[in-house]
Every structure is written in C-alpha cells, then in structure tokens.
C-alpha cells in the first residue's frame, strides 16, 4: 500500500518554528576530543535516519524459524529500546514521508513503532552469569518470557496474568518480521540480548537487530563511544519521554498491559517531561529545513539512486 502525503499538510504546524534557535541539537565535544558543529551535528542526524530508513524499506536478514534460511524482508514492526532509542523513532517518524518517498513522491507505509525497556545490565548477571559473552535466555523464568508477551497480546488473554494462557495466546508479533532499533553501538551487547528475549518469546517471528549510530573511539587504555546522542545522559532520566523502568510502580498501574509488561516496559512522568518536549518541536525544526533545502541531506551510501536522491533533496526551493 502506497500514500501520498502533502509537505504542506505534514508540516504546515512548525511553519514558523524553523527560524527558532535550537536548544538540545547543537554541536558538542566528542568524546575522542574533536568537535561536532551545529551543522554536522544536524547533517549527520539526517543522514543516520535515511541509514535507517533505507534498511527498513530496503528490507533486512533475517532468518526463516521453519527453514533456517536467510531471506529479506520489509519489517512489519519497529521496536525500539527504550529509553534513549525513542527519540530516534520520533526523528524516523517526522523525516519518513520525505526519506522514504521515491522520486514520484510516493511513499510506503511505515511499520508499526513500539517500545520496550531492555538494559543489558539488569539481565547480565541473569542470562550471562559467568562473563562468558554468552547469553542464554532459557536461564530466566518463564514469567520474565510472559511478561514480554504479554505487551504485544489481545488484552483477553491478559486477564488471568502471567499465566500458561499468555504462552499459547495468538501475539501481533506472529509469523513477522521484527526490527530491534538501539540508540547507539557500544558492545553491541544490548542488542544481543534484546534479539534473543524476542526469539524466545516469539519464536515463529523473524528478528533482525540494528543501531542508528555506532563508531568506538580509543584514548588511552579506554574505550568507549566516539559520539553520542545529545539526549543520552545516564544521570538524567528526562529527555526522553518516559522514566526508568520500575516494577513496583508499574505493578500498581491501572492499565493491564503496564501491570503484566512491567519487566519491559518504561513508566511515565506525573508531570509533562519539558526537555522531551523540546527535543520534539526541535526535530520538527529540523525537518522543516530539510523541506526547506537548508540541511544538507546526505542519503544512505547504499542507495541505487544516491545521486539522482542527493540531486532531489537538495535542490533549491523556488
């Protein structure tokens, strides 16, 4: 199914915000010691989304659970890693019907976005105990497995809890193929881990696992991230949307899917959480000066038409 959407009718509502000063994407230190400006910073976000964008409409490798080969496929769902991936689907979500379209302007339907809270430190001592870089998911109770799908299950067969009913419930993940989106590439561990709690819970599922932006950077004897995004702060847990993922609270949650999902899924702020607001009006800013030629889109280095794409998106408006 193809739609056509209106630059207009998208982003008539940020038509004045564009000529605002950014507050949260602005340049920064890195941490190999060099210096992202505004501009890079603004080029490379684009650019890591159409990264991204590509491979979902491109289609990923992912392997067939009934035959063990290797096939591509478009993903029917997005599941994105709270907390620090959710702005990257919010990004996705606005530069879509620009990135996405094709030279006649159409553009394929988005997969389903959803979210889960997996943090490769809180199973580790669970699924790898001996640092062996092995992780191995049968180690943990079958109501850890439960509670994964019991988020993506008809809330009728939520009802009895974290019961045998949730391991033989029909879920929306079912014969589908899955796309696993972290923030940034450090191990890669996160992402391992995540893949592997979805196999286990839905095993006739294809699942696939990416990172929007990645790159490791040596000093000294430390290793760590040559970049990170400017809303990842583990000091701070607004900026993104939602809080910490919390058990005890989640339990007492009026709504069944946080109740049961609680080992995965993040809790929400009482309060509006203002920075995430923020960092939301300005992707649409920076939308808009894509729509407005005034980012310099750099596509995917893959793509078949990477010239006549880069010619499209950056030619000047009349």
Not at 19 to 32: A, I, S
Not at 39 to 60: A, F, N, P, S
Request: negative net charge; hydrophobic residues 30%; proline residues 5%.
């Amino acid at each position: 199914m193809l739609m056509q959407f209106s630059k207009h009718e998208q982003f008539e509502q940020v038509a004045q915000s564009e000529k605002e000063p950014y507050q949260l994407l602005v340049g920064h230190p890195r941490t190999d010691g060099s210096e992202k400006t505004d501009e890079e910073l603004h080029r490379q976000y684009v650019h890591l989304t159409d990264k991204l964008i590509h491979k979902i409409t491109k289609g990923v490798s992912v392997t067939d659970p009934e035959t063990g080969e290797q096939v591509e496929e478009r993903p029917d769902y997005v599941v994105w890693l709270d907390k620090s991936a959710r702005p990257v689907a919010w990004l996705t979500k606005d530069l879509w019907p620009i990135l996405a379209a094709d030279e006649s302007g159409e553009t394929p339907k988005r997969p389903e976005f959803r979210f889960v809270n997996i943090d490769r430190n809180h199973w580790l001592s669970s699924v790898d105990p001996d640092g062996t870089g092995i992780f191995n998911i049968d180690r943990v109770d079958q109501s850890v497995i439960r509670s994964l799908r019991s988020i993506f299950v008809d809330i009728n067969h939520k009802r009895a809890g974290l019961t045998e009913e949730i391991d033989n419930a029909p879920t929306q993940l079912d014969d589908k193929t899955v796309l696993i989106v972290d923030e940034v590439r450090a191990t890669g561990s996160t992402l391992s881990i995540a893949k592997k709690f979805f196999e286990k819970a839905f095993p006739t599922a294809r699942i696939a696992g990416t990172h929007w932006m990645s790159g490791v950077a040596q000093k000294g004897n430390a290793q760590g991230n040559a970049d990170l995004p400017v809303w990842y702060n583990e000091n701070v847990s607004t900026g993104r949307g939602v809080g910490n993922k919390k058990e005890k609270i989640s339990e007492r949650s009026k709504g069944i899917t946080q109740r049961l999902g609680r080992q995965f899924l993040s809790t929400r702020f009482e309060t509006p959480d203002q920075t995430s607001l923020q960092l939301r009006k300005e992707f649409k800013m920076l939308t808009q000066e894509v729509l407005d030629n005034t980012v310099r889109v750099v596509p995917a280095y893959d793509r078949d038409d990477f010239d006549e794409r880069y010619q499209r998106l950056n030619k000047p408006t009349e």
